[in-house]
């Protein structure tokens, strides 16, 4: 049976105790680093081969005040994984533009405008890139950003076939503008799709907690903000799936009150018939209308589900009695719910259909083995559920294949912690104390590569949001 403490008048479980404080507190200083890391180095003269990521470059250009621009993208497409970033050489020696009597092709029928001016032997024509040199240095794409009047033009260049992939063109705010960051990172995510087919995430944010605040930050790690309305504790931030709100729960005097907020306005709205008791770890349904959430009382920790859209019709999904049911997370078909129970004996993962029937074992364990495992949250394809185990003592995150319902770890180094997954389904941001302090990282699964979001001490319960559009991006 589970232990059971007392919390201001509350009979919790250890296990909810644990989900809703154990990383408030500092971690011993470990230094180590994962074996998975990964060392970029500089590719140059490297010739691209199938299976390989294509080499990228972004073309030097002087001037036109568009640097923060081209910074950004270029992180943004490295951050992507899905190339080898090419670094060329300082100065002048690299010659942009084409030997004389090169034809360039284009496979597109956008092209970039003509008459382009640029200084230090840049192209002086849209598409006379010297691509042979460029495929000498291993590059697949290059990518460059020029200023047509008001307008930004990036034009995408494909190095193989000698010819402009795709010109995007876009009127972005001014530098200072609170909307110019997210705006740029739309047009990396243009220039992602442009070049191979799949959506970017360069337009998302993580929200995280920090001295019992709701924090933002976008995926690059930059533009933190601090967007919760209250000066009580929260905890447990959820994005809806229209990245236009997020739900978390307010702590205070032993009892948890659910709370819906507005991302643009601020504006928050109390949870309907939460609040009496301990009610956290909400998490939304992928049509938005229905928020699922853990209760804690005198009798147990269960889960219950509600209409938000209404704010009505509360529903029980669980009946616990000697064991304890939390932290649910959604399907994106919305018809299962994965979650954690204690009927083991330690938390494990499991999962139900939405309505609350067909419960059963999800991730397997080896028993008198297997550590508790905690706060699952299913990918946004469909196909992986994340969480993270107790393995010797310490806690690593690890994977279920949704499919086969095999496991296996990710991490080893150092206490790790709360995975949320990307909207590419291929990376997750996780709490780790690997440098000494609990911070936000980011790992990729294709290629093992591991990247802090945060340095900054006591971030926790990262949750990374949908892709966000332009209607969802702004912030008060």
């Known amino acids: 049976m589970t232990a059971v403490r007392r919390l201001d008048g509350w009979t919790v479980s250890g296990c909810v105790i644990a989900a809703l404080f154990l990383s408030v507190y500092p971690s011993s200083r470990l230094t180590a680093q994962d074996t998975s890391t990964i060392d970029r180095g500089v590719r140059i003269g490297i010739i691209y081969r199938p299976g390989v990521r294509p080499g990228f470059v972004m073309l030097p250009r002087k001037g036109m005040g568009l640097d923060s621009v081209r910074a950004i993208v270029a992180r943004d497409l490295d951050y992507s994984d899905r190339f080898e970033v090419i670094t060329l050489p300082g100065g002048d020696s690299i010659r942009l533009a084409a030997p004389p009597g090169t034809t360039p092709r284009s496979r597109s029928t956008t092209r970039p405008p003509s008459g382009t001016t640029t200084r230090g032997g840049a192209q002086t024509t849209a598409g006379t890139l010297n691509y042979p040199l460029y495929q000498a240095l291993g590059a697949d794409f290059a ?30 705010p001014a530098a200072g503008n609170p909307d110019f960051r997210q705006a740029v990172h739309r047009l990396s995510d243009q220039v992602l ?14 929200l995280f907690v920090k001295d019992g605040k709701v924090y933002q930050i976008d995926q690059d790690g930059a533009d933190m903000k601090l967007v919760s309305s209250s000066d009580r504790q929260a905890m447990s931030p959820a ?4 990245g236009r709100r997020f739900s978390y729960m307010e702590f205070q005097a032993g009892k948890g009150q659910l709370f819906v907020q507005e991302m643009t306005s601020g504006r928050r709205t109390a949870v309907a018939t939460t609040g009496q008791g301990l009610d956290f770890t909400p998490a939304f ?12 009382t005198e009798e147990g920790t269960d889960l219950y589900m509600l209409n938000v859209k209404d704010n009505c019709c509360l529903r029980r999904l669980t009946v616990g009695r000697l064991y304890d049911n939390l932290s649910p997370t959604f399907s994106p078909d919305g018809q299962r719910i994965a979650f954690v129970s204690t009927r083991p004996g330690l938390p494990q993962i499991y999962v139900m259909a939405a309505d609350g029937t067909d419960q059963q074992l999800f991730a397997p364990f080896d028993y008198g083995v297997t550590g508790s ?74 290629t093992g590569r591991i990247r802090p979001l945060l340095q900054q001490s006591g971030a926790r319960l990262p ?13 008060p």
Do not use: C, K, M
């Open 239 to 242: 994005w809806a799936t229209d």
């Open 463 to 475: 949750a990374w949001s949908p892709r966000l559009s332009e209607a969802t991006s702004s912030t």
């Open 285 to 296: 349904s992928p049509d938005g209308q229905t928020l699922a959430f853990s209760r804690a």
């Open 373 to 446: 495992s905690n706060a699952p949250e299913w990918s946004r394809d469909g196909q992986s559920v994340a969480f993270h185990r107790d393995v010797a003592g310490t806690l690593q995150v690890f994977v279920l294949d949704v499919r086969t319902r095999t496991v296996r770890q990710l991490t080893s180094v150092g206490r790790n912690e709360d995975p949320t997954w990307a909207p590419d389904s291929r990376h997750l941001a996780f709490v780790s104390d690997r440098s000494g302090y609990r911070q936000l990282w980011i790992i990729d699964l294709d």
């Open 143 to 172: 990518l460059d950003v020029t200023a047509a009047a008001d307008t930004t033009v990036v034009t995408l260049h494909d190095v193989a076939a000698g010819g402009v992939r795709r010109a995007l063109r876009a009127r972005l």
């Open 193 to 206: 799709q442009a070049a191979l087919g799949t959506p970017g995430f360069a337009a998302t944010r993580v």
